[in-house]
């Protein structure tokens, strides 16, 4: 980039870092155009089909003439699905005019800090996190405080770390559970921990991130939201990437006190308006109906998870923890810092993924994109060949490095 072009573009656009997770798709991509066999395990994309009847109601939708722009919050029908959704599943009770619908739950998250924030604004970020969140608030002029947890801990934080985090210019919390990258899920007892932490402070509201629920090994998602002395200021964020492998279909949403909902709206109505009026039927439908085939992508993914994780115990200098939802490993590899196989030195995440992508043509995502720069992510939304194979080669040529 030329000393012009900078001046071109916008500080905004200057200090935003690239998406890792897409960054290494992209290398992965430029080595098979090489010709070299990679398996990416970078993307967090579930490698199973949208169910059926998922699909059968948008082909139906589109047949019935749905093909025209949407109210902005979305249709009513699925803001009905949804808040019946919430009390069915969550014991969340969110009316349909408190829910706004997006093109996928990272708009709603994105709506939700150009609603709220302003710049100086602090948003305390249980790390680590989601990669969007940090350039997302820092997009939106606030300023993300991370609250970081380590392998040993469960990546789980401690509410008097969060309380030491908050200060006078703390808009919201926020966090994932399951979460991405680490596969935590947080119980009943530590959720009501940190609700009674945040309830003493009138300002500070809290964005719970829930995408996974669906893929949860615990038998039991808790909604932080479903706690009285929160539930009036904690905005849930759902969406159908994962749990119904919609990844392509954009759809996400969120519950929020109607104040907020009708902010957000408000912004999506300046950015995109409405999502795909088709979708939405189907969105409907998903919510609705059968849910057998997201349970049956439940338990692979269980079973991928126990193949991972006991290949990965057999590999000298790699410390993980035993995630119990997403479909995510985040081992520590801080062991093989310093380490060499005589040409490459491992210094830190970023060189050790970089080394297992073109050494195996494995392609994992550098934890420090996530906040924990001895960490890598490992996405096992693949197929058991694949990722017995990946594992395979990681482990030869780990044991190259003295």
């Not at 694949?386 to 040529?397: G, P, T, Y």
């Amino acid at each position: 980039m030329t000393a012009t072009t900078q001046n071109i573009l916008s500080q905004r656009v200057m200090a935003l870092a690239e998406s890792e997770t897409l960054k290494m798709a992209r290398m992965a991509r430029e080595l098979r155009a090489l010709g070299h066999d990679v398996i990416s395990l970078s993307l967090g994309e579930p490698d199973f089909d949208t169910p059926d009847h998922i699909k059968e109601a948008a082909y139906q939708a589109l047949k019935d003439g749905y093909t025209k722009y949407t109210p902005v919050a979305g249709l009513p029908e699925l803001t009905k699905a949804i808040s019946e959704k919430f009390k069915r599943d969550n014991h969340l009770d969110y009316r349909p005019e408190q829910i706004v619908v997006s093109n996928g739950a990272k708009q709603t998250v994105y709506n939700l800090c150009q609603a709220l924030l302003d710049p100086g604004d602090e948003v305390v970020v249980f790390s680590p996190y989601w990669v969007s969140y940090w350039e997302i608030i820092k997009l939106s002029g606030g300023i993300p405080v991370p609250v970081y947890a380590s392998v040993e801990q469960d990546f789980k934080p401690t509410p008097e770390q969060v309380e030491q985090a908050i200060t006078e210019r703390t808009k919201f919390v926020l966090f994932s559970s399951p979460c991405n990258p680490t596969g935590t899920v947080f119980d009943r007892e530590e959720l009501q921990a940190y609700a009674d932490v945040i309830a003493r402070h009138d300002q500070v509201l809290i964005v719970s991130d829930e995408i996974y629920e669906y893929i949860n090994f615990t038998h039991e998602h808790i909604s932080i939201g479903s706690f009285p002395n929160v539930k009036d200021r904690t905005i849930t964020i759902n969406g159908f990437a994962k749990g119904f492998a919609m990844t392509g279909w954009r759809l996400g949403y969120m519950g929020a006190p109607k104040y907020i909902a009708d902010a957000c709206s408000k912004i999506q109505g300046q950015v995109t308006s409405g999502a795909s009026s088709f979708g939405q039927k189907a969105g409907a439908v998903a919510l609705m109906g059968d849910l057998g085939p997201t349970l049956a992508m439940r338990e692979a993914f269980r079973e991928r998870r126990d193949i991972i994780l006991s290949m990965l115990e057999e590999i000298p200098g790699i410390k993980a923890n035993h995630p119990d939802g997403a479909f995510y490993v985040f081992p520590d590899v801080s062991a093989y810092f310093g380490k060499s196989d005589g040409q490459t030195t491992i210094h830190n995440a970023d060189d050790f993924c970089d080394y297992v992508m073109t050494s195996a043509y494995v392609g994992l995502v550098s934890g420090a994109a996530f906040g924990d720069p001895n960490c890598f992510r490992l996405s096992y939304a693949a197929s058991e060949e694949q990722l017995r194979e990946a594992i395979r080669r990681m482990k030869d040529v780990l044991g190259r490095l003295k």
